[in-house]
């Protein structure tokens, strides 16, 4: 069975203030794929990123940054300089050997001008 | 080309009645999802089309619940005999192809009350 923990339910931050976003995961894959979504207020969910088990390279785009450990099993979600633009309730997710993605409960992130 | 669309985008209706809901996927994209996401929660997978065959449907949650994809393309899910449990939003996803490594591309989802 799959399964994707968000434990912050919510998370209020300032403006130019860094947050970052947990995502535990567990799986019995030995290949699986890990993503993170955006869901804005207008609802509609937009991916962010892809990361497969095999690759534990942290990735950087713009002012996001994803830190992939195994070892843990995170998958963590990092914005810098944060903007009220950022504000969303934000979904990690799993997919294993099968189609079937399985989504965290998200984390509403809201940033305070 | 377009992205994935969802109609109607709000659907009222009574304990009890019918339902259809309709999602056009990206064009040439052969892999289908349904997802439903009720308030605070992340989307709950439903159903995974590869062409006009339902390849996994284990996350229909009983019988009232079908959905069909005919001819590869636009799917329409059905909910008979509704409940007002079933109110939440329905996703509809697609992606390239038959792999957990593409991107699925989501619709605005369609809004269903049963009241």
């Known amino acids: 069975a799959q399964k994707v923990t968000q434990a912050q339910t919510e998370i209020s931050v300032v403006e130019k203030e860094d947050v970052t976003l947990d995502c535990v995961y567990e799986t019995r894959d030995t290949t699986y794929y890990l993503f993170w979504y955006k869901q804005p207020p207008s609802g509609e969910l937009v991916f962010l990123i892809r990361r497969n088990s095999f690759d534990e390279q942290n990735e950087i785009s713009g002012r996001y940054s994803w830190n992939f450990q195994k070892s843990t099993s995170s998958f963590n979600f990092t914005i810098t300089a944060s903007q009220v633009v950022d504000s969303a309730v934000y979904f990690c997710a799993l997919s294993g050997s099968y189609q079937k993605v399985t989504f965290g409960t998200g984390t509403k992130l809201q940033v305070i001008p | 080309g377009a992205g994935v669309s969802q109609t109607p985008s709000n659907k009222v209706t009574e304990k009890g009645k019918y339902v259809e809901l309709r999602c056009d996927p990206i064009s040439g994209h052969t892999a289908l999802y349904w997802y439903r996401q009720s308030l605070g929660q992340g989307p709950e997978f439903l159903i995974y089309f590869q062409g006009t065959g339902a390849a996994d449907d284990s996350g229909l949650p009983n019988d009232r619940f079908f959905a069909v994809r005919p001819e590869g393309s636009v799917s329409t899910l059905k909910i008979q005999r509704t409940e007002r449990g079933d109110s939440a939003v329905y996703l509809c996803?697609?992606?390239?192809?038959?792999?957990?490594?593409?991107?699925?591309?989501f619709g605005p989802g369609t809004r269903l009350t049963v009241l």
């Open positions: 996803a697609s992606s390239l192809m038959d792999s957990s490594y593409n991107e699925q591309f």
